[in-house]
């Protein structure tokens, strides 16, 4: 099945009914006076959050969606009956944009929220409004009013309190599959995770957090390098970010250096992600040998100037990861106790990550833009059509749902 975290789809609400002028016909009543029934109302488009959905595969495929319109009125001043309602759902964390006005129609981050993206149009009055004391057969009725009818973004962010950053092969599938029952791919080569995988941890009893892990960042993501900064996106609802260090690259690259690539790279395509607090995790100690581990864990640290909280673990043994998981179920805890006692700073939280959000989404929609542009003056410059056969489709993963 493939992971679709952003589709386009066009809505159009069903009109209203027509109303109709019609006259009471009943015997030994010679003037009836009219009886027109009004239209019925025409069907609304709404948007409903569904836990059990992951992914917005189905509107990649069918983009249009059509409420029915209401009936018409009938005579004996019968209205017309309403037509029903068509719910699209997608998945908790979905966001609703306006892609004429670029505004943030909506935000579902509960299941069972709905959005109304879309409002039927009333039904049309029968010619019964219309009768008065000098005009008492009113012929007059008023056809149904139309449908609102537009195109929105749904734009899929994965929710989660905790989420994991690092290049290719830092260890994150290890590190995740280590503290939660997640499961995803592990392997010895670069990108193999390719979709956000979602973890929940248990630190103690009733007490856990959800982490989310991203395919890797490289060196010039913002531009486009390797799976480029799609995923990034997925991030901006997180309380902490957890940066992954391989303290032993396999390429014998300066851990230090491959650090900082992410830092810049996420400073470049966000500040406010990169302001986010983040806690450094020195990985994959087990590859080194012990008398090592205290040299190159300070060299890192000094290199980077890194000044905040600092673990070294091992994904693969589990070493250390206790210690890391107590720390972010703390943290977590502790901002969720100042936003329910401290109302300017659950307010100030609000804005950040509304700020944040809007900083993603416009920045994620820049670099598409200039993807394409780059494409065109490739095909202009290789004598090709420019029929701009873009194809978000090409952009498309596979991932397996394993129950």
């Known amino acids: 099945m493939r992971f679709v975290d952003e589709a386009v789809i066009y809505v159009e609400a069903g009109a209203g009914g027509n109303g109709v002028a019609s006259f009471r016909r009943e015997k030994y009543i010679p003037f ?4 027109g029934g009004d239209g019925g109302k025409g069907g609304d488009i709404i948007i409903e959050a569904d836990v059990d959905a992951n992914t917005l595969v189905d509107y990649r495929y069918t983009r249009k969606f059509r409420a029915n319109r209401g009936n018409n009125g009938r005579g004996a001043n019968c209205s017309g009956r309403g037509a029903d309602d068509v719910i699209l759902k997608v998945p908790v964390g979905t966001t609703v944009v306006d892609v004429a006005t670029g505004d ?20 049309g009055l029968g010619n019964t409004h219309f009768k008065t004391s000098t005009n008492r057969a009113p012929r007059k009725a008023l056809p149904g009013f139309a449908g609102e009818a537009r195109d929105i973004r749904l734009e899929l962010k994965v929710i989660a309190d905790v989420g994991l ?4 092969n830092a260890g994150k599938s290890t590190f995740i599959r280590a503290v939660s029952a997640a499961k995803p791919k592990v392997a010895d080569y670069p990108f193999t995770t390719l979709v ?6 248990d630190a103690d009893r009733y007490r856990s957090f959800v ?15 390797g799976l480029g900064i799609r995923f990034l996106k997925h991030l901006a609802r997180t309380r902490i970010l957890l940066h992954l260090i391989d303290v032993q690259p396999v390429d014998q690259s300066d851990p230090a250096h491959n ?8 400073a470049r395509f966000s500040p406010a992600l990169a302001e986010l607090p983040m806690v450094l995790v020195l990985n994959k100690l087990d590859q080194v040998p012990e008398e090592e581990h205290n040299a190159i864990c300070t060299h890192i640290v000094a290199e980077l100037g890194w000044t905040g909280p600092v673990f070294r673990t091992s994904g693969l043994t589990g070493e250390g ?16 106790e100042r936003e329910a006692e401290e109302p300017d700073f659950a307010e100030a939280q609000r804005q950040r990550r509304q700020r944040l959000e809007q900083e993603t989404r416009e920045n994620a929609i820049a670099q598409r ?7 065109r003056a490739e095909r202009e410059a290789a004598g090709e059509d420019d029929d701009d056969d873009w194809n978000e489709d090409d952009y498309d993963v596979e991932y397996e749902y394993v129950r």
């Open 196 to 201: 956000p995988n979602l973890g929940v941890v």
């Open 32 to 35: 009836g006076g009219p009886d």
């Open 321 to 336: 990861t206790k210690a890391v998981v107590y720390y972010l179920m703390d943290q977590i805890d502790l901002e969720r």
């Open 259 to 266: 650090a900082k690539v992410i830092i810049d790279e996420l």
């Open 369 to 375: 833009d200039a993807l394409r542009a780059a494409r």
């Open 104 to 123: 943030v129609i909506g935000d579902l981050t509960q299941g069972g929220d709905r959005l109304l993206v879309a409002a039927g149009g009333g039904g």
């Open 211 to 225: 982490m989310a892990d991203i395919p890797g960042l490289i060196e010039g993501a913002a531009e486009g390098a």
């Open 165 to 168: 950053l690092g290049l290719p």
